[in-house]
């Protein structure tokens, strides 16, 4: 055979290639939500930032951006929380342990973590948004000596959809951190709070002048959220929200993420809140 | 004397009363009533006469839906600082929502029906009380809409 028409093995940095992972385990979250746990089958580790994203591939389905919500210091296991909405994911969904999938990336500019030294820290999130903004929980714990107050304020439509409801228990449970929980609505007896998230930015206790605030909300809700954090004294400048649009080639190639001048796979999906302030509520955009 | 002066000063504390010029915060004085309410204790039920409305200076407060047949639905939980209930205010003073203290709940009660009058008599009180009443009811309608708003956008099963 012609040595010239045999396929040639892709660099393997090549961003367009996938590389292929292996799910380890698979756990149902809440309604609609799966967390998979994946291994790189040539053994290789992978490194991220946490705000990046993966393009995950289904073979013979397609691909689809979902952000990584695993520990960014574990370099051999991969974890995303993924909610079945389309048919990539939910053709993932129906994925089973050993089962392989194409991986790309990470992609993206991360959630920046060293500006923020010396502040308090403010999570603002809700249902699924807290999967992306795991590993910077995470590495904000692994930092802790460098921030001040860490609050986590997260809302979820219903009891029953809060989700990695185990941890946030767990971390409620730690002296270093303020965990605050609403839900859209409850049954009657319910002791927690009822109501939406900014007015848990309302009660949390942090210095106003000295906080950076990292929303991660769906584009509409992000307004509010954005707002509430106005409310509290909170400028844009120290304000971080991650967006999210049609990510295809993560690249910056094919266009289909551009919000104006920027495009979200490459220079998103996070981004300081001044900086994109103009263009956020520009609906044409 | 002493609960009238006391009264004055829990008033001047909460935040709903902040800034406004003691002379006429001093006419909402004599409407006004220490309560305290256990856990599950009811404040006020949907379709009762509206005739108060409540600082909440600690806990809980739950705001429910009533569904016959099953458990009722909390819409809202109010806490400290805030306030609760706008019908004295709105014709045909009746309560829309039942209140039921979450926890301990101690709070200023502010009878609707002394108040009214007064209101009316001085408009520069009326102006200071729904000053303070509108943007809290514009807040939580806000809030309502947008909780609507993603609970019918962001995929989920109830």
């Known amino acids: 055979m012609d040595g010239a028409l045999l396929p040639r093995p892709a660099p393997a940095d090549d961003p367009m290639v996938p590389r292929t992972f292996r799910i380890e385990r698979r ?259 | 004397m002493v609960a009238i002066e006391g009264l004055g000063r829990l008033l001047a504390e909460h935040p709903f009363f902040q800034d406004m010029k003691p002379d006429v915060r001093d006419i909402v004085v004599g409407c006004c009533a220490n309560a305290h309410y256990r856990p599950g204790e009811f404040l006020f039920k949907e379709g009762g006469k509206a005739d108060h409305f409540y600082l909440i200076r600690q806990g809980t407060v739950g705001v429910e839906v009533h569904v016959p047949g099953r458990p009722g639905v909390v819409v809202e939980t109010i806490g400290e600082g805030d306030i609760i209930g706008w019908s004295w205010l709105v014709p045909p003073y009746v309560w829309s929502f039942d209140a039921r203290a979450m926890d301990q709940v101690r709070a200023i009660t502010i009878d609707g029906a002394c108040l009214r009058p007064k209101l009316e008599a001085n408009h520069e009180l009326g102006y200071e009380m729904y000053k303070r009443f509108i943007p809290i009811m514009g807040r939580r309608i806000g809030e309502a809409r947008l909780r609507i708003v993603e609970l019918t956008t962001e995929p989920g099963r109830d």
């Open chain 1, 27 to 285: 756990a149902a979250e809440v309604d609609g939500c799966f967390t998979l746990t994946l291994k790189a089958t040539d053994g290789r580790p992978f490194a991220f930032q946490p705000g990046q994203f993966n393009m995950l591939y289904v073979f013979g389905v397609g691909e689809v951006a979902i952000s990584v919500s695993g520990d960014c210091r574990d370099l051999n296991t991969l974890t995303h929380t993924i909610r079945e909405v389309g048919t990539v994911t939910r053709a993932m969904a129906k994925l089973r342990v050993g089962d392989v999938i194409g991986v790309r990336g990470p992609f993206g500019r991360p959630w920046p973590i060293a500006e923020a030294y010396g502040n308090d820290i403010l999570f603002v999130t809700g249902t699924v948004g807290l999967a992306p903004l795991r590993p910077l929980i995470y590495e904000v714990l692994n930092r802790r000596e460098h921030f001040g107050k860490v609050v986590i304020c997260y809302g979820s439509r219903g009891t029953h959809d809060i989700l990695y409801e185990k941890q946030l228990h767990q971390w409620r449970g730690r002296f270093d951190l303020q965990v605050h929980v609403t839900v859209h609505s409850a049954p009657s007896g319910y002791r927690g709070r009822v109501g939406s998230v900014a007015n848990l930015v309302k009660i949390a206790r942090f210095d106003p002048d000295h906080t950076t605030a990292y929303v991660c909300r769906s584009e509409t809700m992000t307004r509010p959220a954005v707002q509430a954090l106005h409310d509290r004294g909170i400028t844009s400048d120290r304000i971080y929200v991650t967006l999210e649009r049609n990510m295809k080639c993560g690249v910056g190639f094919c266009g289909h993420c551009q919000m104006g001048p920027s495009f979200m796979c490459k220079d998103g999906p996070v981004y300081r809140y001044d900086t994109i302030e103009d263009i956020f509520t520009v609906r044409e955009l």
